[in-house]
């Protein structure tokens, strides 16, 4: 079994992202934390528990994390996902009781205690993650990989130069890039490949079950804001980060240097890869491509499979 633990900012594309993470066989998931990004941590750590719940998986301890980012302040806007997170659509409240936890003291907890390396997945900002590497650095020797949905080879999405992850919290992201953990960064310049066509959002909505009619109201409303904002199809970024996460190599990764711009206000949040780093000087495999086919068919399965 891949061991996995999961910080996220549910929101829609970390939605679809937790249903195909519990759908994936031979995964085991340690724990699923939620971060301030998408909504307020109080609004995502509800969604998450709610989600982990749909998919008949209140087994898995979820746990609140950071509220604020390390440094910046933070400012909730509903355009992308709306005011509860998740498009509006409603879903029946977990009954599972809340973690007493933080998010990042039990990270820490859960990857001290793995039998085996962790695959630690990322799909919001890094400002748990970042706690966690101040709180205990010598979890990154627990870790397999850090997987993060964040950052891009080119442009970005908040800004020309950042993407909304890292512009989140530049400073965690810093944190991460030098505490020496194994990075897999999936940034926007292979995420915006990916995104459904009319034949999978008409298949969701041929599939029976709770989880099916959540995925596709909350993918509905994705698409048209997408569409109304002029930014084309609603792009699966986290669905992405999950899957290269569990199915190593569905992205194809280059070593590369990473840093990320925190001084520069305009500037700030930029990732700056160097691919022409010498090996010894790489600190992050980047990805380049992506089989996007792959990755809309692995979705919809696991959409399809609760
Ligand atoms: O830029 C895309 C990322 O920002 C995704 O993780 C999405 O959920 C938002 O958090
Ligand atoms: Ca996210």
């Known amino acids: 079994m891949r061991p996995v633990i999961l910080d996220c900012d549910p929101g829609i594309d970390d939605a679809l992202a937790i249903f195909t993470l519990l759908a994936e066989p031979g995964v085991a998931v340690l724990g699923a934390c939620a971060t301030v990004g998408n909504v307020p ?3 995502g750590y509800r969604n998450l528990r709610d989600l982990v719940a749909l998919c008949g998986r209140s087994d898995i301890p979820c746990f609140r994390g ?54 630690w997945i990322a799909t919001g900002p890094l400002t748990n993650v970042a706690l966690a590497l101040h709180l205990d650095p010598s979890i990154r020797e627990r870790v397999d990989r850090l997987v993060v949905m964040g950052g891009s080879t080119a442009r970005g999405n908040v800004t020309p ?43 969701i909505q041929r599939m029976p079950g ?68 010498k090996l010894e000087e790489t600190n992050c495999e980047v990805s380049m491509a992506v089989d996007a086919g792959k990755v809309r068919r692995a979705m919809l399965s696991a959409i399809a499979s609760f």
């Open 210 to 277: 709770s989880v099916a009619q959540a995925a596709g109201e909350m993918l509905g409303y994705y698409e048209g804001v997408s569409l109304r904002e002029g930014w084309g199809e609603a792009k699966l970024h986290d669905v992405v980060a999950v899957l290269e996460g569990v199915r190593p190599g569905i992205c194809g990764t280059m070593a590369c240097h990473v840093d990320v711009e925190i001084g520069n206000a305009l500037g700030y949040g930029q990732t700056l890869v160097d691919d022409r780093a």
């Open 41 to 43: 941590v109080d609004t």
């Open 66 to 119: 950071a509220d604020l980012p390390l440094v910046r302040s933070y400012a909730h806007d509903p355009l992308i996902h709306g005011e509860n997170g998740l498009g509006g659509v409603e879903i029946p409240q977990s009954e599972a009781p809340e973690q007493a936890e933080h998010a990042a003291v039990a990270t820490c907890r859960l990857l001290r205690e793995a039998a085996d390396p962790v695959t």
């Open 161 to 203: 130069a950042a993407e909304f992850n890292v512009w989140s919290d530049a400073e965690a992201w810093r944190v991460a890039l030098n505490s020496g953990v194994r990075i897999t960064m999936v940034g926007l310049n292979v995420t915006q490949q990916v995104a459904c066509n009319e034949e999978d959002f008409a298949e």
